[in-house]
């Protein structure tokens, strides 16, 4: 039996990691959630010069059996964090002391991951998660995905546009996804783009799927009945649904390619009947899906880091 700990990285009021700890404590694995929502008011950590030199709350931490990282919470506009009170009375101060927070937990993250730690995620590849890099990457490995562009410029909006149904949403999420309409191509609106830049995609009318990834293994696959466009919090229905050998590959593929040992992928069929990808979620919310569809993606998940305590 592996004597090192599984760390569990998040607040421990996060359902999920709340979840994912009770499951290794039920199979008697030694677990340390590093509450990265309270930090730095708590835990206490630690980093000295060598790369193993990490100490949290006085215990040692060096390399763990595994790291299942769900969020980091680096910011303030970060889901679970409220910095509101701080922002107002001072928004430099309190965005200093997130800076300082930031460079303080992911080189402790980092220090895991480049010692090869199993870690589902590692925030190594961030810059692979943003979808504007993450559909490009898709693409140039052939796999299909929508049409997309990400721009502040009205006239390419225009242009994108015509002729078509197009959605928008954030870049970075967030909000929920909406149908373009002749009121968004005004002037007026178009200028809001000077503020912030925009994701217009082809509309994709079809079913949404969910795929989970789990070191080279689809562990779940859901179909989810919705008559939204964006079906998050607006779900009629959710069913297992059995992949296709080829969609399988591919999204094995695309979680390789983007670096996630542990993904959530979204993807949706077109007019045409083709399921393409939208966007592969380094920290996917799994718990509702397991409720409500049935499947058992905790298990597979604590499972594994498990297994790697085990070794």
């Not at 421990?12 to 994912?20: E, I, S």
């Not at 929502?37 to 030199?53: K, Q, R, V």
């Not at 079906?231 to 094995?252: F, H, I, N, S």
Request: charged residues 25%.
């Amino acid at each position: 039996m592996n004597d090192r700990p599984v760390l569990v990285v998040g607040s421990p009021h996060d359902p999920h990691v709340a979840a994912v700890r009770a499951g290794l404590e039920g199979l008697d694995v030694d677990v340390l959630v590093v509450d990265t929502l309270s930090f730095p008011a708590s835990p206490a950590i630690t980093l000295g010069h060598e790369l193993e030199s990490i100490s949290i709350d006085g215990r040692a931490a060096g390399l763990p059996a595994a790291v299942y990282l769900r969020d980091v919470y680096a910011q303030p506009l970060a889901v679970g964090v409220d910095a509101a009170g701080e922002m107002e009375t001072d928004w430099r101060r309190t965005l200093v002391a997130f800076r300082e927070k930031a460079h303080m937990l992911f080189p402790l993250l980092g220090r895991w991951a480049e010692s090869r730690v199993p870690f589902y995620n590692p925030p190594a590849s961030n810059w692979r998660h943003a979808k504007a890099m993450q559909l490009a990457l898709l693409r140039g490995a052939g796999l299909p995905v929508p049409e997309t562009i990400w721009t502040n410029d009205p006239e390419r909006v225009k242009d994108f546009a015509r002729g078509r149904r197009v959605a928008y949403k954030p870049v970075a999420g967030g909000a929920a996804t909406q149908e373009l309409g002749p009121d968004d191509l005004t002037e007026d609106r178009l200028e809001a783009l000077r503020g912030a830049p925009v994701t217009f995609q082809e509309l994709l009318e079809g079913e949404n799927i969910r795929v989970y990834c789990l070191d080279g293994e689809v562990v779940a696959s859901v179909r989810i009945v919705t008559e939204s466009l964006d079906y998050r919090q607006r779900e009629d229905a959710m069913e297992p649904v059995e992949l296709p050998d080829e969609l399988t590959r591919q999204c094995l593929t695309a979680s390789e390619l983007l670096g996630m040992s542990w993904t959530g992928i979204d993807l949706k069929r077109d007019g045409q009947g083709q399921l393409k990808f939208l966007e592969l979620n380094s920290s996917p919310m799994f718990l509702g899906f397991d409720r409500s569809a049935g499947t058992a993606i905790l298990d597979a998940l604590v499972a594994k880091l498990a297994s790697h305590a085990r070794a």
